[in-house]
C-alpha cells in the first residue's frame, strides 16, 4: 500500500473551511489530487480551478500524466484517487463513484471513443439517456450535428472517425454535462474535420458547458481555448491563459516540445 493510500483520508481543504475563510469555491475546484495505479504513483498533487464555460486545454508531453488527471476526475476505478479533493458546483466528487460523477455531470469522451458496436447512430444516443439526468433530446442533438441526423440508422462503429467524435460529444449531451472532459478528440482526424469539431466546441461553449480538452495538436486546442494548464511528471508547471503559452516559445519548447 503506498503511504498516502495508508494515512486513509482525503484532504482537509472542505468547502466548510473554504467558505469559513471567505473563498468562494470555483465552479470546478481541484485540489492537491493524488493517484495511483497499483503502486504507481502518477497524478502527484494536481491543483487548479476551473470557472463556469471555461475551455481550458489540458497539455504536455506523452506520459506527463494527462488522460490518467482526466480519469481520476472521472472518478473512474483506475487510477485510484488516494488523495485530494474534486469539487463540482459544490458537489464532492471525491468521494463519488463513476456512476455518481457522471450523474452529477461529469462526462468523460475517451480517446476511443466508446461507441458501441452492434448498435446504430440512434441506439447508441438513446442508451446514453438510460438514466437521468437528462440533457439533450435526441431530436437537439441532431439539429445541432445534422450529419448524426442523417446517419441515425447506420451502425455507429462504422461512421468516419469524425462523426464518431460528434456522436462522442453528442452522447455527453444527451446526458446532461456539467463538465466535458475530451481527451484527444483531434487524434486521427483531418485538418477539415478538426475544424468541424471546433466549430463544434465553440458552439458548446456557447451553451455554458465547462469544457477541459487533452490534445497532442497543442496549438489547435490553445486556439480554441481560454486557459491553458500544462501538466510534467504528473505535476502542474503552468496554469495561466492561452494567449501566454501561444506567445511563449521557451515555455512550449520545454514542456510541449513544439
Ligand atoms: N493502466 C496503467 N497502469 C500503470 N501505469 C500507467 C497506466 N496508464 C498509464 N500509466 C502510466 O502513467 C503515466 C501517465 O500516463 P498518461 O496516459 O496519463 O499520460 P498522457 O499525458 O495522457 O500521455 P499521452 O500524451 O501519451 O496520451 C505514464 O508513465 C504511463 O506509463
Ligand atoms: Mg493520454
Known amino acids: 500500500m503506498n503511504p498516502i493510500a495508508a494515512q ?8 466548510s473551511n473554504i467558505k ?9 475546484s481541484v485540489w492537491d489530487v493524488h493517484a495511483y495505479y497499483g503502486e504507481s504513483y502518477i497524478v502527484q498533487g494536481v491543483s487548479f480551478d476551473i ?24 472518478r473512474t476505478d483506475s487510477p485510484q484517487l488516494t488523495h485530494g479533493e474534486i ?56 439539429e445541432h450535428f445534422p450529419r448524426l441526423g442523417e446517419r441515425r440508422r447506420q451502425e455507429a462503429v462504422t461512421l468516419s472517425g469524425g462523426e464518431q467524435q460528434m456522436l462522442a460529444i453528442g452522447r455527453a449531451l444527451a446526458r446532461d454535462v456539467r463538465l466535458l472532459l475530451l481527451d484527444e478528440p483531434y ?28 490534445e497532442q495538436n497543442a496549438i489547435a486546442a ?13 505535476e502542474v508547471v503552468f496554469d495561466g491563459s492561452a494567449q501566454e503559452v501561444l506567445d511563449n516559445a521557451d515555455l512550449r519548447q520545454e514542456y510541449l516540445a513544439i
Not at 88 to 117: C, F, N, T, W
Not at 192 to 209: A, F, N, T, Y
Open 8 to 15: 486513509g483520508s482525503l484532504g482537509k481543504k472542505t468547502l
Open 20 to 28: 469559513a475563510t471567505g473563498t468562494d469555491p470555483a465552479f470546478f
Open 187 to 214: 487524434e486521427g482526424l483531418a485538418p477539415v474535420i478538426v475544424q468541424e469539431i471546433e466549430r463544434i466546441l465553440e458552439s458548446v461553449k456557447d451553451l455554458g458547458i465547462t469544457t477541459v480538452i487533452v
Open 87 to 142: 469539487w463540482l458546483d459544490h458537489k464532492p466528487i471525491h468521494s463519488m463513484s463513476s456512476y455518481q460523477a457522471a450523474q452529477s455531470g461529469i462526462a468523460l469522451v475517451p480517446e476511443d471513443r466508446r461507441i458501441i458496436p452492434g448498435l446504430s447512430v440512434e441506439e447508441n444516443l438513446t442508451l446514453s439517456q438510460i438514466a437521468p439526468p437528462i440533457g439533450w433530446s435526441i431530436e437537439r442533438v441532431y
Open 222 to 234: 490553445l486556439h480554441l481555448a481560454d486557459r491553458a494548464i500544462i501538466m510534467d511528471m504528473g
Open 51 to 74: 470557472r463556469e464555460g471555461e475551455i481550458v486545454a489540458l497539455l504536455g508531453r506523452n506520459g506527463a500524466g494527462k488522460t490518467s488527471t482526466l480519469r481520476t476526475l472521472a
